[in-house]
């Protein structure tokens, strides 16, 4: 392991560089750790990964791994003395979690981050306070709340809990003001966010990345669609106009300046039909709509991902082709024998035992011409 010097007064807000040779402590052990441990291995570092469940993609491919609950703090502490820099794949951590790692080792991208991307409610409002525009949506914190809530932001709505929502769980429709108070009793009577649903031209998504110096490299806007709240396939680059696109990467760049970001950050976006772009949802960490970076840029997300962490200066993010990425969910990953067989089909697999509907058990990216 690479020296540890530990600067006086802690490690928070610590500008120390990990050079190759040092570990990478991955907080979460899915297919993203897996992907960013093989992005590390390849620039020399290790990776130790620290997740409860003892299959998982990532620890197969990284030199270390604690199998602990997300709150064991003896186990915490024991991880991070280990490594010398910790991220996440998984930002759902209880907050004590945070502090037991901050107090011992760098930890990027902040945990303050972590914990605004965590709260629905917390990253709409940094949102609009950047003067950034997303769908009108009000909080719901009890039942009282729901019918004003309803009538500010109209119908057809969504509510989503404000906490552990992704891929559609933790979300329901509202079609009528009727709906709602059984929506949000379905949902636990929890803190919630309600808002308009968005009639859409399309998705997109920006990944953009940060460095330690504060360098920012966005990747194109891409277009996403999803099937039963799941991202079924990313365009690079996204169909859509010129000033949106442009758009898209503006806010994204304001965001992770907003945010202080060291590392990744992916949001994902409405373009309404008018072409205005409106934030859905912010996850800082590696990211689906950008796993056709790995054949298609001169430098993949993974691979970025690292270099931020690690506060080594950021890749060239220039798109070298344009690219279709399919995920491959549940039994879709039944496929790979043509995949495989299909010339410049590029076939990745996680490594998931056991195949569930819904899951994500790999991804295919194709190659064009770059536009
Ligand atoms: P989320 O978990 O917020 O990313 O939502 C998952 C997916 O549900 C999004 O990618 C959209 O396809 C859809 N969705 C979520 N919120 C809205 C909305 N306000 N209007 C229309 N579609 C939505």
Partial sequence: MAERIVPAGGTKGSTRIVPPGGTIGI?????????????????GYRCH???PEPANPTSLVAAAATVAAYDDQPALEAFASAVDVVTFEFENLPRPS????????PVRPRPAVLETSQDREQEKFLVVGQGIATAPFAVVRTADDVEPALARVGVPAVLKTARLGYDGKGQAMV???GEALEAFARLGGVRCVVERFVDFACEVSVIVARGLDGAIAPYDTVENRHKHHILATTTAPARIGAAS???AQAIARRLAEALDLVGLLAVEMFVARDGRVLVNEL??????????TIEACV???FEQFVRAVCGLPLGDPSRRFDAVMTNLIGHDVDAWPALIAEPGAHLHLYGKTETRPGRKMGHVTRLYPRT
């Fill in 98 to 105: 945070f502090d037991v790692l901050e107090r011992l080792v």
């Fill in 299 to 301: 430098t993949s997300q």
């Fill in 245 to 247: 696109a442009r758009e």
């Fill in 49 to 51: 990964v620290f997740c």
């Fill in 175 to 177: 079609r009528t003001p």
């Fill in 283 to 292: 996850a800082p960490r590696p990211h689906n709509s950008a796993h056709w």
């Fill in 27 to 43: 907080v979460g052990g899915g297919q993203l750790g897996r992907m960013t441990a093989l992005a590390a291995a390849r620039l």
